[in-house]
Each structure stands twice: as C-alpha cells, then as structure tokens.
C-alpha cells in the first residue's frame, strides 16, 4: 500500500486490530505498547486479538507456500471485522498487503485475503497517511539517525512518513546516514543461512551508523534492529537502538535494544 | 533445420500458440507500422534551440564542436584543428561529394589530402554525417561507397562535417530518414556515436581513447536560408 | 564454463576474505549508483520509458516464433545466413565449422556474455584457432585466465597495479623501463598492442544487445570500439545471440536504447552504438564479405510460458548487480558461473540447473533494490522465491532449514500451543539475559552470535502483559 496523498479526512475512532508480530511479541514488547499508545493518541481504540502469531514470511520467503498458508489463515480469522489492521513493521504488513493476495491467488480465501490486505497498514504509513498526524508530543533530545528498513521502503514506499514525525519531536536532531536505504544483511533467515555475507553488509551499515555521528539509531522493522544493534554493540559502540514507535511514544525510561533494564533503587 | 523446427516448435509449444489466433497478424501490423512509442520531450525543438542543444548535449560527452557559418569556412576550420592538437596537416577523406566539394584546396592549402578508406598509418579521417541526434548529441553514419566505415574507428582523430538540416531531435526522425533513403534495405553499417571512444574498466576510471578515435570533433555548418 | 555455484559459500568466504577484492568493489558501490541516479533525473520520461521497454519484450516474447521467423527471413535477403542452435555444443560447432572454411586462425572478439556461456573460447582454441579478447575489460581476464565478474565490466574485480604486472607478464616485447602507473598509459597500452591484433584477424566475433526483426539487424552497445573494429575489419563477421534478443522495429529498438545505458553506466547512450544488416554490399569499400548469425536457444524456449519468463526480458545493464548488497560483498566470480548479482541468481538455476545453482536465489536479502532499478521491470525477488518453491517441493533444501520451517509453522498454526512453547523459551532467554540485556553467545545460533550480540528478551511477551493490563483495568472498574 503506498502512501498517497489522500484528501480524504482522518476516519473517526476507527476500530484498529494491532498485529503484534512474532518478533515484537516476543523480543520487544515496548514497541507493542508504543504502538498502542501513539494510536490511541491519535484517536483509535484499539484491539490485539490474541489468537494471532505471525505472518507467515518465514514459510513464504523459503519456498514453503503451503505452511505460509496455514499460518496467514491464522491471521485472516483473527483480524475479521476490523476497520484496519497496523502492524509495527514494514516487513510483516508489506508481506500481508503485497503478498497474501498473491499467495491465496486461487484459493477460496482470495477474496478474504484481498480485503484484509487493502486495510492492512504499516504503523507509522498509518498515522501519517491514514490519521493524519503531524506531529507527536514528545521530548526526546539526541543526535539521532534513521534506517529505511527494505520492505518498508520499496513495498510500501514508506520514506518521509517517520522523518516527519521525528520532526516533531523536540530536542531530536535527525541527521542521515550514509546509505540509509541500503539493505543492513538482516533479510530473514537470510542472516543465518549466509552468516558472513550477512555480516559484511551489516558492518558497513555499522560504519555508516557510526560515521553519521548519531548517537541513537531507529528504524521500523524489529528484525533490522535486532541485527544492527547486535553488531554495533560486538564493536563496542555506544549507540542505542530503539524502534521509531518506541522515540515517538517517548519512552525513554525503556532500556535500549540489548540493553539490560536498570536497576531500581529499593 | 532440424534445430529450427525444434527450437520453433519448442516456442509455440511454451507459449500455446494456437492456429489462427492472430498473433502473425499481430507481428505483421507492428513491423508494417512499426509506430513510435513515447518520445522524450527534450528533443522537441527547431532552429537554433535545436542546434544548441545539439552541441551542448556532444560537448557533454567529450567531442568538440565547431560552429561555422558557411561551407567555405570548413577546410580552414579543419586545418586549424589539426594545429591545435599538434597534428601533421595530413587527413583522409571520405569520398562523399559533401566533402569532396568544399574548397580544400583553395582554403587549406598546405593541408594534405587523401581519400579511401582507413589506412591504419591515418591519424586523422575526416568524413559526412548521415544525420545529429539533439537528443544524446549523436552522430549517425552509415557505410557506402563514398562513406567507408573504417574512417569512424581506425584514425585517432575523427572529424565529422555536419550540416544544421542534419540536425534532429530524436533517434525516431532519424529511422524516417534512413527508411526514406534506403527503402529496400539498411546500409551494412549504422554507427550512431555519441563522443570519443572511451572505457571504464581500470578501476571505474574514464579514460578515453580505448580503441575507437581518441578525439571526436563535430564541425557544424549552419545553412542560409531554408534547411 | 565450469561451475562452482554448488561451493557459493566457501567461494565468498573467500571473496570476503581478499583485501584486494573488496577494495575494487567498493567502486561499484559509489560510481554505478551515484551515475545512474543523475542520469535518471536528467531524464524526465525515464520511468515512463521503462514501462515502455518491458511492454515491448512482453509483446515480443509472446510472439516470439514470427518475429524470429521475420528477423531470419530479412537476414537472409540482406545475404547473412542464420544457423539456429539449440544447444551451447551445436552453436559452438556452428561458430568453429565457419572459422575452420576460412582457414581461420586468429578471431577477434567483442565482449560477448553468450560467448562465455557456450564457453566458446575454450573450444576455438581447443581446435587451434587463437581467439583474441579486444574488450579492455575481456583482454585483461583473458591475461589473467579468469572469467568476468560484472556483466558489462568483466574485470571490475581487478586493481590497476594487478593489471599493470599483467601488461608487463605478459608484452615482454615492450620495453621494461617504460611507466604504466597511471590508468591512461594502461589503456593506450592495450590500444597499441591490440591494434595489430584486429587488422591480422580472418573472423570476428560479436554479440548483440538486440537482433531487430524490422530489418535483420544486430544491435551491439560498446564504448570502446573495439566491437566495430572487430566487425568490420574481417573477412567475416559471426554475431552470436540468444533467442530473447529478438525487437520487432527500429522504434521499439531506440526506446529500449534510452533505458540501457542510462541503467547500466549513468551515460545516456553509449559511445558506440552500431546497426550491422548483412554482409557489405558490392559497392561498399570496407566491411565482412559474410555475416553469420548464431541464433541459440539454449534453455531459453523451455522459460517461455513459466514463472521464469520474466527473466527473458533481461537486456543485460548489470544495473541489478550495481545495486546488490549481497554482490558488492562477495563480488561476481562468487556466483560460480557466467552470470552473478541477482540477474545470475535467476537466470542460472534456469540454465544449469537449481541443483548445482540453488545457493544463488537463496542468498538474498529480498531488499528489492534490485527490482527497483532494473530498467525492465523484472521482478527479481519474486523469481529467486520461485526458486527456493521448487526446491523446497522437491525437497532439495537443506533438510535442517526445512525442518525448522516446518516446526516454526506447525506452533505458529496453533495460538494456544504457540503461547506455551514461545512463554517457555522466551521466558529461559529472558532469565539468562538479564543481567547484560543481551548474549554473546547462544547455543543454535551460533550463525548470528558468531558476528553479533544477540538482545535478549524481556522475558515476557506483548500478549501475556497486554492480557494482565485487560484484566487489571476491568477488574478496576
């Protein structure tokens, strides 16, 4: 779903189903909870159906069209009866919005599949595009720097959304990387079937991090954090890792990506 | 032809072609018409504007480009470029009544002159354009009797007389002409060259001169009155 | 040529391993990219152009059995002769028999991709015809008896202090003391010493970026001209191509021009771009006395009509490979064969086989970049998971991943169980990786832990919180 220029006013109180992702589900709730706030901001009430568990991608991106089936009809059955659906990353809502159609071609759920991927959104193409939000309340200082995550950027064309509300925050100075829309090697499965070339990728990424002089890195995709935050902290930098949803709902006191919590004082 | 019938039939079989499904008519009515698809609007000019964008568009990649004013102007205009470059007053010419026809000897006369195809001893050939492409800065030659083919590449300076009605906007006006001049077939060899010969392949470095003329220089007659 | 796509892996732990190649790629990095954005923007109806370029091979394959029947027919009344081959071994036959009736026995060559897929040089000089490579790029692989590595910059991989000892192993006839530091003097070197080369030649080989059926024209795109003089100073010149070249006129021939060279260097055309119809006529001065198309199917009639036809709209730019971040780590000869970067990872399982080829489509990021600057629309990452498809139905993937896939899929199915076995693991990872917040070392993924950190979970998923916090607020209520 690219972002388009719609005329069209923001819904009012849309009733939006978050789809968690595995990887968010289970490596990084906060990004869940800043998802949830930045949409109930913005006027959503919100549903997490719990009988949701993954996209599929991993199936799908391995060849396995049958098992990547069974999981998305997982998906359909669980987001029924939902104005739109918003997923915390690029990756899992292009691979709904660009690929169940494709993958249920011919099969009786075709139809199902096409309606839930024509109201399935990216989080952040979805506060921008579809709410119409401009601007976050949010004080955030930092020299920060954001990576264009690949399914994101050329699936769903999602660009200019982020740095627009990171715009808004006060105190942020968004300066760009190198490279930024060069892949970081995470791809899936990819980063541990091909180690070493995943690894000469994600290193020039951490160069080109590092070299941008930001102190903080961001991007929409947990998957490419995870993989980038792991290398630059192998290197022994000092940059913290968050997911955009988490900068923008200003939750600061939340440890940065491999970060351990901070000790409470009793 | 036993590979022809199998590799054909391979196709149809690939493709599902079916008896009388149009598709010869198809082929058929696109080679016939054979229909411009989109062109670029840079080309779309006349006049001066056209020629400008011309020479523009050659300087960009490395010819050079004279403008004269008449024909009487080229053989000194030549001479001059060969002084320039510290080059024996020595070219060989294409045997093209356009060259042959301008005051060589009464406006260049130290200027040694010689006609033929490429000897590999030439360091310069001079010769016609068929037509200039605004679009690139392209010259279009093709071979003939009087326009040897080895004169575009042997040499390491290659002189190209072009005339302001040779000048076109864009490849598509230059299919017109060369269908329009040579309606049973294409001459053996079409070159369209846009600048000197070059190559990249040390290091992503430009160099020029690789194998083709090092220098590629464009004199440009403007015309009096109608083109 | 032999491949050694089965050993992709240990080829780029090599690749990633040689200092001088990762220094030589990093050019491809910034000059290609940076080059082909200018002369996109430079161009306004560039996107539009493209769209054109694939309606037209579209159009094209489709029919492709009546335009190669209208290019043969037009060959032929222009006095060329067309051999159709099937296999690399008849189009080789086909090249070396014609030699062999002009008692050839030096052969000039411009960079001919095909040419390597048929591995025709092997085989002429196998039957003592010398061939002589005249692409700058080709000549200084064929010193360094490599294959290419980039499809329109053969030697890319290759540093100029490594060219300049080739130059100087090689013409020991030139003086020793003589300079050949500088890019310029390597290029004026070649020039000189191949110059004699294409004037000694009895044939010349070509390949053709386009045959157009219109007018029984080959189409080669070169910038050195070295294909020109190749052609046209011999006795005979022998275009070699595959059946997918095949444009039906002159215009759709000049649409798909606009997008080549603008996606393959950043130029807007090339230097030489040359339309050959026939032999030279009666009255011609210069020019082949025969011309000789090799028309080679080769696998590619058996992609019509799949889910590979796709690829046969490929005009060869090498824009894909420019842009691949996997390319740029491992370079071309990782990919074992003829063609690398994402074109290669397609085109080859269609070729050789998804057996000896498979590592190709599956070492992919899937970013897209690929498909997002080939000027044909090809949808590369969509072909390379039609590979990983087929070999997972015949069930040649490795049989751990396979596995992996199949349990992740059988819990993923099941909320309920899915919620018990992800709670279980994520909880043990939490536990353990709270004091640091993450590992440096986790046992089964020894992949990823063997180059990075891995985080370490909270220990708690979203779902499990978000259900307490419902329950708390109602209970509140």
Request: aromatic content about 6%.
């Amino acid at each position: 779903m690219a972002s388009e220029e719609h005329s069209v006013a923001p819904p009012k109180m849309p009733r939006v189903g978050l789809f968690v992702t595995c990887l968010v589900d289970l490596f990084r709730p906060s990004i869940g909870f800043a998802a949830v706030k930045l949409l109930e901001d913005a006027g959503c009430s919100v549903v997490v159906p719990s009988a949701q568990t993954c996209c599929g991608q991993p199936a799908y991106n391995s060849g396995d069209r049958k098992d990547a089936r069974g999981v998305a009809r997982t998906v359909l059955r669980a987001f029924r009866g939902l104005d739109y659906v918003v997923a915390p990353s690029g990756s899992c809502a292009g691979m709904i919005c660009e690929h169940y159609p494709k993958l249920f071609a011919g099969e009786p759920e075709e139809a199902e599949a096409e309606a839930l991927a024509s109201r399935t959104w990216e989080l952040i193409s979805f506060l921008a595009d579809v709410m119409k939000v401009e601007r976050v309340e949010c004080h955030w200082p930092a020299r920060a720097t954001y990576h264009d995550s690949c399914s994101g950027l050329r699936e769903l064309g999602i660009r200019q959304q982020p740095r627009q509300l990171l715009g808004s925050v006060e105190g942020l100075e968004l300066v760009e990387m190198a490279e930024a829309e060069v892949c970081c090697g995470f791809g899936g499965t990819f980063c541990v079937k091909y180690p070493e070339i995943s690894d000469s990728i994600v290193s020039k990424k951490a160069e080109n991090i590092e070299n941008s002089g930001a102190e903080l890195l961001m991007a929409g995709d947990l998957g490419c954090l995870m993989n980038m935050a792991g290398k630059l902290q192998r290197r022994g930098s000092r940059v913290e890792v968050r997911h955009v949803a988490e900068v923008l709902a200003g939750q600061q006191e939340e440890p940065a990506i491999g970060e351990p919590a901070k000790q409470v004082a009793k | 032809m036993s590979s022809r019938k199998a590799i054909l039939g391979a196709i149809r079989h690939s493709l599902g072609r079916q008896r009388g499904d149009g598709a010869e008519q198809a082929v058929e009515a696109r080679l016939r018409t054979h229909d411009r698809n989109l062109v670029p609007q840079r080309g779309c000019l006349e006049g001066e504007a056209l020629l400008s964008l011309f020479s523009s568009q050659a300087e960009r990649i490395d010819a050079t480009v004279e403008r004269v004013a008449t024909d009487a102007e080229v053989p000194e205009a030549v001479a001059e470029y060969l002084k320039r470059n510290n080059l024996p007053p020595r070219v060989r010419m294409a045997p093209h009544p356009d060259i042959q026809a301008l005051p060589w000897a009464e406006k260049a006369p130290l200027l040694e002159v010689a006609e033929g195809r490429a000897d590999p001893q030439d360091l310069v050939s001079v010769t016609p354009a068929f037509a200039a492409v605004a679009e690139t800065g392209t010259l279009v030659l093709h071979s003939g009797p009087q326009t040897p083919t080895t004169l575009n590449f042997l040499p390491e300076n290659h002189v190209v007389v072009v005339r302001a009605s040779q000048v076109v906007g864009a490849y598509e006006e230059v299919w017109d002409r060369l269908r329009a001049a040579n309606p049973a077939a294409l001459p053996r060899t079409v070159n369209m060259i846009t600048g000197p010969s070059r190559t990249g392949d040390i290091e992503q470095r430009l160099e020029l001169g690789a194998h083709g003329p090092r220098r590629l220089h464009i004199v440009l007659i403007a015309e009096e009155g109608d083109s | 040529m032999q491949s050694t796509s089965h050993a992709f892996k240990q080829n780029a732990h090599r690749a990633l391993h040689d200092p001088m190649l990762q220094k030589a790629m990093g050019h491809v990095r910034s000059g290609f990219i940076d080059k082909r954005v200018q002369a996109a923007a430079r161009l306004p109806e560039f996107d539009q152009l493209r769209d054109q370029a694939k309606a037209i091979k579209d159009h094209t394959l489709a029919h492709l059995d009546h335009y190669l029947e209208r290019y043969e027919a037009k060959v032929l009344e222009m006095g060329g002769k067309v051999h159709w081959c099937a296999t690399a071994e008849e189009a080789r036959e086909a090249v070396l028999s014609i030699c062999r009736s002009l008692d050839a026995r030096t052969v000039t060559k411009g960079k001919s991709m095909l040419s390597e897929e048929i591995a025709l040089n092997e085989h002429l000089e196998a039957n003592g015809i010398e061939p002589v490579e005249t692409d700058l790029g080709e000549y200084i692989i064929q010193l360094r008896k490599e294959p290419p590595s980039h499809i329109i910059a053969p030697a890319v991989h290759v540093n100029k202090e490594q060219v300049e000892a080739d130059f100087r192993r090689v013409h020991k006839n030139l003086p020793p003391e003589r300079s050949l530091s500088e890019a310029a003097q390597l290029v004026d070197e070649a020039r000189q010493v191949l110059r004699q080369r294409y004037l000694e030649a009895d044939v010349g080989i070509t390949g053709a970026n386009f045959l157009i059926a219109e007018t029984g024209t080959s189409v080669i795109v070169t910038n050195e001209g070295n294909g020109d003089l190749t052609q046209t100073l011999p006795k005979a010149h022998i275009v070699v191509a595959s059946l997918e070249k095949v444009v039906p006129t002159l215009e759709d021939c000049a649409t798909i021009l606009r997008v080549l060279a603008r996606s393959a260097t950043g130029q807007e055309f090339s230097s030489y771009t040359t339309f050959s119809t026939g032999p030279r006529r009666p009255e011609d001065p210069d020019g082949p006395e025969e011309y000789h198309v090799i028309l080679l199917d080769n696998g590619r009639s058996s992609m019509l009509g799949t889910e590979f036809q796709d690829m046969l709209r490929c005009i060869r730019c090498g824009a894909c490979m420019n842009h691949c971040p996997v390319y740029h780590a491992v370079g071309g000869h990782s990919y074992g064969w003829v063609y690398p970067g994402p074109m290669g990872a397609v085109l080859t399982p269609s070729l050789i086989g998804v057996e000896e080829a498979g590592h190709l489509p599956n070492a992919s990021t899937f970013c897209g970049r690929c498909e997002a600057v080939c000027p044909m629309r090809i949808p590369l990452p969509k072909m390379m998971r039609h590979w990983r498809e087929r070999e997972f139905e015949q069930h040649q993937a490795p049989a751990k991943a396979r596995l992996a896939i199949e349990a992740w899929a059988f819990v993923a199915k099941r909320p309920r169980l899915y919620r018990w076995a992800t709670s279980l693991l994520i909880g043990a990872l939490g536990r353990a990786g709270r004091r640091r917040g993450r590992f440096r070392e986790l046992p089964l993924a020894g992949g990823w832990t063997a180059h990075r950190d891995f985080p370490a979970p909270s220990g708690r998923s979203f779902q499990a919180r978000w259900a307490e916090q419902q329950r708390r607020g109602r209970a509140s209520r």
